[in-house]
């Protein structure tokens, strides 16, 4: 066990739906990661969010948002939902924002289906 | 731009056996780490092994251990007495420092048979 969170385990949406996936970091930690592992484009990194605030981008659509709370744990919103957007949404978290080693732990992922 | 290259989609070993999975990597930057993660039937991401690019020694973690060849941009996993719960997706994966962004490759699929 990791010590991340990610609620729910499995989701099960229709096109042109909006879901919110939940995502409770390690104790501690103050950076969250949303990556996405699809069968065709892989593990990919969506966005990095640090103490609440957005720090890196990576190859997220514009239907996709994430925030951070100040609580520190983070939601991933994506809208308009396409069967192309069936995946496995994971999030990490780390101690730090950046700089040095930053071991990223991930949670056990949230099973997103487009029907 | 980097990139993690896995050129080994599946492999399989017997119970007991070593294995070596492969992987390069191609990025500009001198401060980097690469990493090494299970990704079993659970789905369950773990990290395996880390390696600091500017330590030349390889890493070791129990029966995991790594041959990191940085001038040719090379970072192998060998599994030594292989178990049959090393079953699983290996993701071999790249942090440029200060990037924070892990940059994995396709993935090595292992096979382990008693």
């Not at chain 1, 514009?62 to 520190?72: G, I, N, T, V, W």
């Not at chain 2, 092994?49 to 996993?77: D, G």
């Amino acid at each position: 066990d990791s010590g991340v969170t990610q609620t729910p385990k499995h989701l099960i949406t229709a096109t042109g739906q909006r879901v919110t996936l939940r995502c409770s970091p390690r104790s501690g930690d103050l950076s969250v990661y949303w990556y996405q592992q699809s069968l065709d484009q892989g593990l990919q990194f969506l966005i990095q969010y640090y103490n609440g605030e957005e720090r890196a981008k990576g190859n997220i659509l514009e239907r996709f948002s994430a925030q951070q709370f100040p609580d520190l744990h983070s939601e991933l919103n994506l809208s308009s939902l396409e069967l192309g957007d069936s995946a496995l949404y994971f999030c990490a978290s780390s101690h730090t924002g950046r700089g040095g080693l930053n071991e990223q732990y991930f949670g056990p992922g949230t099973r997103l289906t487009v029907t | 731009a980097q990139t993690v290259t896995q050129s080994q989609p599946e492999m399989s070993v017997q119970e007991a056996e070593t294995v070596t999975l492969s992987c390069t990597y191609d990025t500009s930057e001198n401060n980097y780490y690469l990493f090494w993660y299970k990704q079993p039937p659970s789905r369950q991401m773990i990290l395996v092994i880390r390696q600091e690019a500017y330590k030349q020694q390889n890493a070791t973690e129990n029966r995991f251990s790594v041959n990191f060849q940085k001038a040719a941009k090379s970072f192998s996993l060998k599994i030594s007495d292989s178990q049959l719960g090393d079953t699983a997706m290996y993701f071999c994966a790249l942090l440029v420092y200060n990037t924070d962004k892990l940059i994995f490759g396709t993935g090595t699929r292992l096979q382990v048979f008693p």
